[in-house]
Nanobody
Framework: VQLQASGGGLAQAGGSLRLSCAAS????????MGWFRQAPGKERELAAA????????YYADSVKGRFTISRDNAKNMVYLQMNSLKSEDTAVYYC????????????WGQGTLVTVSS
C-alpha cells in the first residue's frame, strides 16, 4: 500500500482544514487507517483512526469533538476534517495503514504540515 497525504497548510485558530490521504492497492478496505501527528519537540501520536471492517473510529482526547476521520473505500481515500483548530494542533500529519487500529502501522505516507496561527 502506498499512501500520499495532502491538504496541510496554514490556518487561523478556530478555523478548519481537511486532510486527504490517497491509497494505492486493491485491498485498501481491509486496512485500518490512522492519522498520526508529530509536533516540534514532541513524540508522534495517533490523533484518529478508522477501522476497515466496520468504520468504527478512535480519537485522541486532544482532538475528540473537533476532528472527524472518514474513509471512502470506493475511492481508496481517507480524510481528516479538522475544525476549531488550536495552536497546539500545529504538527506534521501522517496517514498510515495497519492491521490493528491500536497496534503497528505498516505503511506510511509522507507528512503534510499543518500550522495553526493564534
Amino acid at each position: 500500500v502506498q499512501l500520499q497525504a495532502s491538504g496541510g497548510g496554514l490556518a487561523q485558530a478556530g478555523g478548519s482544514l481537511r486532510l486527504s490521504c490517497a491509497a494505492s492497492g486493491r485491498t485498501f478496505s481491509r486496512y485500518n487507517m490512522g492519522w498520526f501527528r508529530q509536533a516540534p519537540g514532541k513524540e508522534r501520536e495517533l490523533a484518529a483512526a478508522i477501522k476497515g471492517s466496520d468504520g468504527s473510529t478512535y480519537y485522541a482526547d486532544s482532538v475528540k469533538g473537533r476532528f472527524t476521520i472518514s474513509r471512502d473505500n470506493a475511492k481508496n481515500m481517507v480524510y481528516l476534517q479538522m475544525n476549531s483548530l488550536k495552536s497546539e494542533d500545529t504538527a506534521v500529519y501522517y496517514c498510515a495503514a495497519g492491521s490493528s487500529i491500536y497496534g503497528v502501522y505498516n505503511y506510511w505516507g509522507q507528512g503534510t504540515l499543518v500550522t495553526v496561527s493564534s
